[in-house]
């Protein structure tokens, strides 16, 4: 199994499932985490990563980190200074689309996105509402441009979509894509030489339907037109995504390794979960499981079954944690391992 391992996460994207699929593995191999100095959640994100932005880092005997997954501006040669040169690179991407539906809710507090009443509103004059010069305008958009490390209001010529294509493809080793989030653990697995149960996971931080609304073609278009970038991203390696899977799985064998993953989710949705599933915010019992509530979205958690044995209750547990709990408490453990 491979231990080095670069996750830009990529925000609204899935990316907490991810994340907690590699905080799962971190800790059960005892590896160690390239966490923001101070044991933030984010690596001074929106600001270009800095391998000064890690926790024990000293560039003068520079230490190597087996994972490096919380939140970054992608920023590749001070990335390499802090993990292996042998690392495997990989992010997730979503549709824009839905990325930014999702944005407009869950960061309804940025500036470019509290005055407007809707969606609707906010594109049909984006710039009375939106000023690139603003600290917090990437959210609004081309949010994933912004955080492979380009500019989001950079003009969307062929050339320079082309220029970036090739600079993500030159770093990365596999982009996964949320809409097909099984297929992705599947592909993920097969690079990183795992087994099944080590990419197994609940989603998290997902938000409550009652938040969302479908969107009219014209809207569509319009997210399309104004997130250009993230698009032109988006439709290329979602391509290159299933030429991969034709390539080196084939789709006969994908269908087996799915239904094998949706078959232990299930499993373990049974052996570890109250009721069926996710429930709302206000119906979580155990808070110290309780997700970060965010802007106008109601996130999701569990509830675990009661009476569970020692072992069953960690692995249960560790599936449900949300990313911040989770992350803190394995900072404070890597912090008391550290060497004096």
């Not at 692995?315 to 550290?338: D, F, G, H, I």
């Amino acid at each position: 199994p491979k231990t080095d391992i670069v996750f830009l996460k990529v925000h609204k994207s899935a990316s907490s499932t991810v994340m907690n699929v590699l905080f799962r593995f971190g800790e059960t191999h005892n590896l160690t985490f390239a966490f923001p100095s101070g044991g933030g959640n984010q690596l001074f994100y929106p600001r270009p990563f800095l391998a000064k932005f890690v926790e024990g880092f000293n560039p003068r005997s520079p230490r190597r980190f087996n994972i490096l997954c919380h939140h970054m501006r992608f920023l590749r040669p001070e990335v390499q200074k802090v993990v292996p040169s042998s690392a495997v690179y990989f992010s997730i991407l979503r549709n824009p689309v839905q990325l930014m539906e999702s944005s407009f809710v869950y960061y309804k507090g940025t500036s470019a996105f509290s005055r407007p009443r809707s969606l609707e509103e906010f594109l049909s004059q984006p710039y009375r509402y939106y000023n690139p010069a603003n600290s917090d305008s990437h959210y609004a958009r081309n949010l994933m441009t912004f955080d492979f490390g380009f500019n989001p209001d950079g003009e969307v010529s062929v050339k320079r979509v082309e220029l970036m294509l090739r600079a993500i493809e030159a770093s990365f080793d596999l982009l996964l894509i949320s809409e097909y989030f099984d297929e992705s653990m599947v592909l993920l697995k097969e690079m990183l030489c795992w087994d099944l149960d080590s990419v197994v996971s609940f989603p998290l931080n997902s938000r409550d339907s009652s938040t969302k609304a479908p969107l009219s073609d014209t809207i569509v278009e319009k997210i399309k037109d104004w997130n250009r970038l993230d698009w032109e991203i988006y439709t290329h390696f979602n391509r290159t995504f299933w030429e991969r899977i034709n390539r080196d799985i084939g789709r006969e064998r994908m269908r087996r390794e799915v239904k094998a993953l949706r078959e232990r989710r299930a499993e373990l949705a049974r052996t570890c979960l109250q009721g069926v599933g996710s429930v709302a915010p206000k119906d979580i019992k155990d808070s110290s499981l309780q997700p970060l509530q965010h802007g106008n979205a109601k996130i999701l958690g569990y509830n675990l079954k009661q009476g569970l044995d020692q072992e069953t209750e960690r692995t249960c547990r560790r599936l449900v944690t949300p990313e911040l709990q989770y992350s803190s408490a394995l900072y404070k453990k890597q912090l008391a391992q550290k060497p004096p």
